[in-house]
């Protein structure tokens, strides 16, 4: 038992060596049983195709059989007695030729191996994204209160400025009114961001047992179209399937034609009184050859089923081909809108820097209050936020193309 569970860690080592995630770190993201349930049905698939491998493989089957029986009389006293007769034997039926259906079954199973494999890996890998996912937006909720926090500093400072031009009687209240209202507004969105932070977490800890904190974040890019093709686990597996589809095809054509067999028996055993001869060996053999082939009326249909289903496997592959495309086009596009966001920040930082400073001059001056230039440094401090959280934004919208390709490293 020791031996078994040192077996069942290496192979979780293995694993985790093999299909690596944005470094060591974040590769063992995910809880211990989390991380052993996958181990556990990478196996299973593991042990599951070998059996299918081998299903062509028919068992040898021992019988053993004990008869009692009355029928017969003693020879000696003509009274009513009871035979006891005792044998057993060994049976082989083996099919040795099935027009290609065994080379396809064994095919059909690396096939079927295949595709439940990548799938595994796809449901791994998107478990760790969406742990990684909650840990970037972690991080943006937390540059979004901060960003929330300088705006909520202007609100006062409009209130207070509103207020003193409201009591001189040279501003209407509507406008104090509407000051007021959006501090309200942006306070109550920081107690949003609070709940969602608390939600974050919470659903972080289904799926990992590590502290957000003490996981470094990967710093992804963009790959090549050509790689993400390449890699990309869904089409991966939706091409498995095909070749899964296509064997099986073969294999259901097979089924209907000739099928050559070996039978082969040993029987040893107590032999009937009523065939008792001196001619007749308690021990024998019985072994010969079967050719057969079914005529079943549902054949056809069978097989053209089977093709329909070959065809929408492949069918799948190209359409499979044309959404990679697709996903890959519109997370490039994304990011180039983004691109021209954190552009737009930084020429807004820019521009409200020399306001900063050029509102520092007049406070010096006394022709601004110490107010007017807080509401220049909040503002630029929000648009350097900005800029932090559209970055944010492009590594959550290249972590969707990551998840879904197989090497990433």
């Known amino acids: ?31 211990d049983n989390k991380t052993l349930m996958f181990e556990y049905d990478l196996e299973r698939n593991e042990l599951e195709s070998d059996k299918l491998s081998k299903s062509w493989i028919n068992p040898v089957m021992l019988r053993y059989k004990k008869n ?19 044998n057993y034997g060994v049976l082989i039926d083996q099919p040795i030729f099935r027009s290609g259906g065994i080379y396809y079954a064994m095919k059909y199973a690396d096939a079927y191996r295949q595709s439940n494999r ?26 979004q209160q901060q960003k929330l926090s300088y705006q909520i500093k202007n609100d006062r400072i409009d209130i ?3 207020r003193d031009s409201y009591n001189a009687g040279l501003l209407d209240s509507s406008f104090l009114d509407q000051a007021i209202l959006k501090k309200s507004q942006d306070e109550a969105n920081l107690l949003e961001l609070k709940l969602n932070r608390e939600e974050l977490l919470q659903r972080f800890s289904l799926l990992s047992d590590k502290e957000p904190a003490s996981l470094k974040l990967p710093h992804l890019k963009l790959v090549k179209k050509e790689r993400y093709r390449q890699e990309n686990l869904e089409l991966k597996k939706d091409r498995a399937f095909a070749q899964q589809s296509e064997y099986q095809s073969k294999m259901t054509i097979a089924k209907y034609l000739p099928t050559i067999s070996l039978q082969g028996e040993y029987w040893n055993g107590d032999v009937n009184p009523l065939f008792a001869n001196p001619l ?6 019985n072994y010969g050859v079967t050719v057969s082939m079914p005529l079943d009326i549902n054949s056809f249909s069978d097989i053209e089923s089977s093709k329909v289903a070959r065809l929408r496997a492949a ?10 495309d697709e996903e890959y086009d519109w997370i490039r596009n994304s990011l180039h809108i983004l691109d ?3 552009a737009l920040a930084k020429k807004d930082e820019k521009i409200y820097r020399n306001l900063y400073k050029v509102t520092r001059n007049l406070v010096k001056a006394g022709e601004k209050t110490k107010l007017d230039a807080d509401v220049m440094k909040n503002s630029l401090e929000i648009r350097r936020l900005d800029q932090q959280i559209y970055r944010i934004d492009k590594q959550i919208q290249l972590l969707k193309l990551y998840i879904r390709m197989e090497h990433v490293l």
């Open 118 to 143: 990548t799938d595994i890996i796809l449901q791994r890998r998107k478990m760790i994204g969406d742990a990684v996912s909650i840990l970037f937006q972690l991080k943006k909720n937390r540059l």
């Open 1 to 31: 038992m020791r031996g078994l569970g040192v077996l069942k860690w290496l192979l979780l080592l293995c694993s985790l060596c093999a299909f690596p995630l944005f470094g060591d770190t974040l590769s063992e993201i995910l809880s």
């Open 68 to 86: 009692y029986t009355t029928q017969f009389k003693d020879l000696h006293t003509g009274k009513d007695s009871t035979t006891i007769t005792a």
């Open 160 to 162: 207070l400025q509103k």
């Open 340 to 342: 021209r966001k954190i």
């Open 280 to 285: 007749l060996n308690e021990a024998y053999y």
């Open 315 to 324: 069918t799948q592959v190209i359409d499979r081909k044309e959404t990679v």
